[in-house]
C-alpha cells in the first residue's frame, strides 16, 4: 500500500513538472518591450553578413561607456522589428553575442540591453542591429543584420571604460 503512495505521489510530482515547464514556454514566445536579454551565445564566433534587403535610414549612436552588465543605446532607429545585439570584438571579428534586446520599429532613446556577461574595461564591442525572421526569438543564425542603402551593417563600436 504505502508503494503504491509512493508511486501515485511521484507521478503526479513528475506530470506537475511537466505541466508548469508547458506553462513557462507558452509564455516564453511572448516579448514585451522591456530592455531584458532574450538572448545571447558565447560560443558563437562568426562574422557578420548583410541581410538581402537593405533597409534605409537607419541611425544607432552609442558613445563610450562604463564596462558593466548592460550597454546603454542613446538613439535608435529601427525600420522594422527587430533586435539590438552586443557582441564582443576579438581579433577585429565581431564575435559572441553578450545581449539582445527586441524593439518593435520606431525610434527609440536611452536603451539599456542587458548582458549575460560583463563588459570589461578598455575592451570594444559592437552594436549590431538584426531583423526578427517573425518568431520573436533571437537566433544568429535565423536573424539577419539590417544594412543601410550602401549595403553596409548597421552598427555602432564602443570601448568599455
Known amino acids: 500500500m504505502q508503494t503504491k503512495k ?6 503526479g510530482f513528475l506530470v506537475g513538472l511537466v505541466v508548469v515547464y508547458a506553462y513557462g514556454q507558452m509564455f516564453n514566445n511572448k516579448v ?4 531584458v536579454v532574450e538572448s ?3 560560443n558563437i564566433n562568426t562574422e557578420v553578413s ?3 534587403d537593405p533597409i534605409i535610414n537607419n541611425e ?13 543605446i542613446n538613439s535608435i532607429t529601427m525600420p522594422e522589428d527587430g533586435w539590438i545585439v552586443v557582441h564582443e570584438i576579438k581579433d577585429n571579428i565581431i564575435s559572441n553575442a553578450l545581449g539582445a534586446a527586441r ?4 525610434q527609440y532613446t536611452d536603451i539599456s540591453v542587458y548582458l549575460l556577461r560583463d563588459t570589461q574595461p ?3 564591442y559592437m552594436v549590431v542591429l538584426y531583423k526578427d525572421n517573425g518568431d520573436k526569438t533571437f537566433d544568429l543564425s535565423a536573424d539577419k543584420p539590417f544594412a543601410n542603402a550602401d ?9 568599455a571604460q
Open 151 to 159: 549595403g553596409e551593417h548597421v552598427m555602432s563600436k564602443f570601448i
Open 122 to 124: 578598455d575592451n570594444e
Open 40 to 42: 545571447a551565445n558565447d
Open 6 to 11: 509512493v508511486g501515485t505521489f511521484i507521478t
Open 50 to 52: 548583410i541581410s538581402p
Open 32 to 35: 514585451d518591450n522591456s530592455p
Open 60 to 72: 544607432l549612436s552609442i558613445v563610450a561607456q562604463s564596462a558593466g552588465n548592460s550597454v546603454l
Open 103 to 106: 524593439r518593435d520599429a520606431g
